[in-house]
């Protein structure tokens, strides 16, 4: 597999990053022509600026760790984000709703989201570590109902979490695909090896803090 800089979106969204964590990640996607940069809401505007006429995407996240937010909140936070100069929004799905089984106002909150996204790509986090295989299999097709742009495992922020999970991944991939939506793995993926096997279970993205480790 060749390429893998185009599957990657250079990852940094610790609480405690640092201007200068971050300009080091900004000038590593430039180096190694990563496909983008994920960033907090906070920082877009610097990393638009620094970045200039880079064709280096700039994502971002929204109702992020805990995907708890009020549905108009996270909506409202995309728009800004997006006026901010974000390409594409990685919005957490409300856990508790999906768990509860209350598919209805789980598929309203992305909905809500993704109209405030308008044309700009929106991925929703499913946080996998804490659903079953057929709650993941049902937040997928609420997410195509929802007309969401792509699915994705995890935020990394799961306490003693896994992350991505290839058969997670190919179960997402499986269930989205036919319906033109992509898959985004993140979380726990730090070699070749495990960028292999996401994009060999389906995924089109990589979200890693581990891109410059991946592509040497």
Known sequence: MKNLNNYIEHTLLKQDATKQELKKLLDEAVE???L???VNP????????YLGD?????VTVVGFPLGASRSDAKAYEAKLAIEDGA???????????????EFEAVQADVETVKKACGDKKLKVILETDFLTRD???TACKLCINAKADFVK????FVKNGVGAKAEDVELMYKTV????????????IRDKEAALKMINAGATRLGTSAGVEIVK
């Open 32 to 34: 190694h022509k990563f």
């Open 36 to 38: 983008g940069v994920c």
């Open 153 to 156: 495992t995890s935020t990394g």
């Open 42 to 49: 906070v920082n877009i505007k610097f990393v638009k600026n």
């Open 87 to 101: 390409d594409e929004v990685d919005m957490v799905l409300n856990v508790s709703l999906m768990k509860d089984k």
């Open 135 to 137: 709650e993941i299999e």
């Open 54 to 58: 880079s064709d280096v995407k700039i």
């Open 177 to 188: 695909s036919p319906f033109g939506l992509e898959v985004k793995a993140s979380a726990g």
